[in-house]
């Protein structure tokens, strides 16, 4: 029970450090420096996308601890 716990809370720190990341990224990919950038906003919107996709398999593994 323990060690569920401290994975919850660790999971909630990434979540939040993730949403964090995601919501810098998208005011990057929105600034007129890298939006003119082709090369960096590809890479923007790959990190961005990384991210997402991170974020999303966190939420499930914390919402099936929180289900136990």
Known sequence: A????TRI???ER???E??????T???EIASPEISADYQLLSEKCEE???????LVE???EWAELCEE
Request: hydrophobic share 45%; charged share 30%; proline share 0%.
């Open 2 to 5: 323990v060690q569920r716990k």
């Open 9 to 11: 809370e660790a999971l």
């Open 14 to 16: 990434s979540i939040e």
């Open 18 to 23: 993730t949403e964090t990341l995601i919501s």
């Open 25 to 27: 990224l998208e005011a």
């Open 48 to 54: 961005l996308e990384a991210a997402k996709n991170s």
């Open 58 to 60: 966190m939420m499930d």
